[in-house]
C-alpha cells in the first residue's frame, strides 16, 4: 500500500504475551487468526514480519482483503481463500499417544519450548500444550488438544483464532525436519464447526511437498467421530541464516 494512501483502520489487534511463539513474537497461527477475524469464512493469512507482542495492530481493508500494520511496518495480510485438504489414514488413540509421550521425550522437539501452541514448558492453563509427535511408518504427525474453558468466546464455543493457532505448529513439526529450522510464511485455514471447551480434539498434520526452501504441509482437527471441524493448508520457509538461527535459540532456552 503506498505511502498515504492506505485507508482508516477498521479496528485493532492487540496480541498478548501469552500467545508467542518464538519469544518476543507471536505464534503465526495466533496471529494469522486474529487477522483472518475481520473476514468472513475461510481465509489466507501471509505473514511480512514478526507480529509483536502487547501493542496496537492497526488493521485496514481494501479491496476485500484485509491487513495489519504496526505503525508503518506491514505485519500481515489476510484474504478470502479456499481450504482443501486430503486427510490420510487416521491414526488410533494408542499410536497417537505414544507419539506424543516420543514427543515430550525428546529435548529436540521443541524448537520453541515457551510456544502457545507446542511449548512443553508452558503449564496446563498457560498454553494449548498440543504434542503432535510423529507417528511411526506414517507421514502423519498428531496430538490430542482438549481447549479450556477460558479459550471460549461470548457464545460459549471456542475463538477461531486459537483453533488456527492449533492448525499450525502439528505442520511444522509433520516437516520431519533434523537441524535448521522452518518459520511460518502462510497459512489458509477453514473452520467448519467451532468446538465447545472441554471437547477432546485430535490435531494431525502431514507434509505434501517442496520447492527449494518452501515446505508446504496439511493440517486438521478432528473431533472424536473423525470428522474434521477445521482445516489449513500452510507454507513454511527454511530459515538458513546462522546468525538468526543462533539468535532464535538463544532466545529461546
Known amino acids: 500500500m503506498p505511502e498515504g494512501s492506505r485507508p482508516a483502520p477498521v479496528g485493532a ?8 511463539g518464538p519469544r518476543g513474537s507471536a505464534n503465526g497461527g495466533y496471529a494469522s487468526g486474529a487477522l483472518a477475524a475481520f473476514l468472513d469464512g475461510p ?15 492497526d488493521v485496514v481493508a481494501s479491496d476485500g482483503a484485509v491487513a495489519a500494520f504496526d505503525g508503518e511496518t506491514l505485519i500481515a495480510t489476510a484474504r478470502p481463500a479456499a481450504v482443501a485438504v486430503d486427510l490420510p489414514a487416521i491414526p488410533d488413540a494408542a499410536a497417537v499417544d505414544e507419539a506424543r509421550q516420543a514427543y515430550l521425550a525428546d529435548p529436540q522437539s521443541a524448537i520453541f519450548p515457551y510456544c502457545f501452541v507446542c511449548g512443553p514448558r ?3 492453563g498457560e498454553g494449548l500444550r498440543i504434542f503432535a509427535g510423529a507417528i511411526p511408518e506414517s507421514p502423519i504427525n498428531a496430538g490430542w488438544w482438549t481447549p479450556g474453558a ?12 486459537f483453533l488456527w493457532a492449533a492448525l499450525d505448529c502439528p505442520s511444522a513439526f509433520a516437516l520431519r525436519r533434523t537441524g535448521g529450522l522452518v518459520l511460518l510464511g502462510r497459512l489458509a ?3 467448519r464447526r467451532r468446538p465447545k471447551p ?25 473431533d472424536a467421530h473423525g470428522e474434521i471441524i477445521a482445516a489449513a493448508n500452510a507454507l513454511w520457509i527454511e530459515v538458513n541464516d546462522p546468525q538468526l538461527l543462533n539468535r532464535l535459540r538463544s532466545e529461546n532456552e
Open 13 to 20: 489487534i492487540v496480541i498478548e504475551e501469552r500467545y508467542c
Open 43 to 57: 481465509a489466507e493469512a501471509t505473514l511480512k514480519a514478526p507480529p509483536p507482542l502487547g501493542r496496537p495492530l
Open 122 to 124: 508452558r503449564p496446563e
Open 150 to 161: 477460558d479459550l471460549a468466546d461470548g457464545d460459549g464455543l471456542v475463538r477461531g483464532e
Open 189 to 191: 485455514a477453514e473452520i
Open 198 to 222: 472441554g471437547e477432546r480434539l485430535l490435531a494431525m498434520a502431514w507434509k505434501t511437498r517442496e520447492e527449494g526452501r518452501k515446505q508446504f504441509a496439511d493440517s486438521a482437527l478432528l
